[in-house]
């Protein structure tokens, strides 16, 4: 367990941005993440997972600690469910799949998004009708200052969209060590509300969908709109889809009629980001080595030589642009550093 100084993290975040650790560990069990933390007690950390929901504009001048705990594990089963422990450093794609194998249900809507699982419980991420808050039961976390062990249930996590305890009230206090979800092991709840997984199985001829039939149309679906960060820094959907309140959307409506909304409850509704951003005339316009993707307007690439700076310049432009054009704000899903 080495740490290393001077440490390029270019092949550390998915938007391949060239930037420097001060210095750099990885570990691989909660025992080296303990000796770590406490042996670091007086140095500026930065805890690292799969960099799939960040966007690095400046060196880190820290410790950067790679969370790398590998394993999964059925920790309890009955009949109907099964409770499923993921280690923190597990591939979330690969965990999914895993899962789907082994005929347990609850997380195939969310096939091939990038990421671990140790990072999941942050943003409460979500594709295609489904959160993480769904099937989520409990996370085991480390606090970084007292190395004291935590198991936070889901109460306790706060989740809202994008949203959880460990981005508002506990932020930068605790390192999500695993966590646990629970599963269905038959009468599956089988999700195809949305469009887009309807046509791609009709497409296929499937009317009686199985697990992997929902996450197969999921990833083809992904795979035609999402570039893959092997061949295009991303780092998936950089902007929320902005929630408002009926009263103000309405009058926004009435000038933009043809404006696409889902309703979420009796006084907020939702309205898509990506179409708001494609209106606004940005889908696929690029500036210099960083731009909007030309398949999916939510998400910002780098085309190889991008500084974090550029591609934070390109997402306060559409930001301001979808601004001026409608009179909505949207903000950034992805972590600034």
Not at 176 to 197: A, C, E, P, R
Request: charged share 25%; aromatic share 10%.
């Amino acid at each position: 367990m080495e740490i290393l100084n001077n440490f390029s993290l270019k092949n550390y975040n998915t938007f391949g941005i060239e930037a420097k650790a001060e210095q750099f560990v990885a570990v691989h069990s909660v025992a080296e993440l303990k000796n770590i933390l406490e042996q670091n007690k007086n140095k500026k950390k930065f805890i690292l997972g799969g960099g799939s929901n960040m966007l690095l504009t400046k060196n880190i001048e820290a410790l950067v600690i790679h969370i790398d705990l590998k394993g999964k594990k059925i920790i309890k089963e009955d009949s109907d469910f099964v409770w499923i422990e993921g280690q923190a450093g597990e591939n979330w794609h690969q965990f999914v799949l895993w899962n789907i194998e082994q005929n347990f249900g609850g997380l195939e809507n969310m096939s091939l998004i990038p990421g671990n699982v140790g990072t999941t419980p942050v943003q409460n991420i979500g594709a295609y009708g489904t959160e993480i808050k769904d099937t989520f039961v409990s996370c085991e976390a480390i606090h970084i200052e007292t190395q004291a062990m935590k198991t936070f249930n889901k109460e306790e996590c706060n989740f809202g969209y994008r949203e959880s305890v460990f981005k508002n009230e506990v932020k930068d206090q605790y390192i999500i060590t695993s966590v646990v979800f629970k599963l269905t092991k038959q009468n599956h709840k089988i999700n195809t509300s949305y469009g887009d997984i309807l046509a791609e199985l009709a497409k296929n001829n499937i009317t009686a969908p199985g697990l992997k039939d929902v996450s197969n149309a999921v990833i083809a679906i992904r795979k035609s709109k999402l570039p893959d960060p092997a061949e295009l820094g991303n780092s998936g959907s950089f902007f929320k889809n902005p929630i408002l309140l009926k009263s103000d959307f309405e009058p926004i409506h009435q000038k933009f009629p043809e404006m696409r909304f889902f309703d979420i409850s009796e006084t907020e509704v939702k309205v898509p980001a990506g179409w708001l951003i494609e209106q606004a005339g940005l889908k696929g316009k690029r500036f210099g080595d960083a731009g909007v993707h030309k398949n999916q307007a939510l998400v910002l690439v780098n085309y190889g030589g991008a500084t974090g700076q550029e591609i934070l310049d390109v997402s306060k432009t559409v930001q301001d642009t979808v601004f001026n054009t409608f009179g909505i704000h949207i903000e950034a899903e992805v972590n600034i550093i």
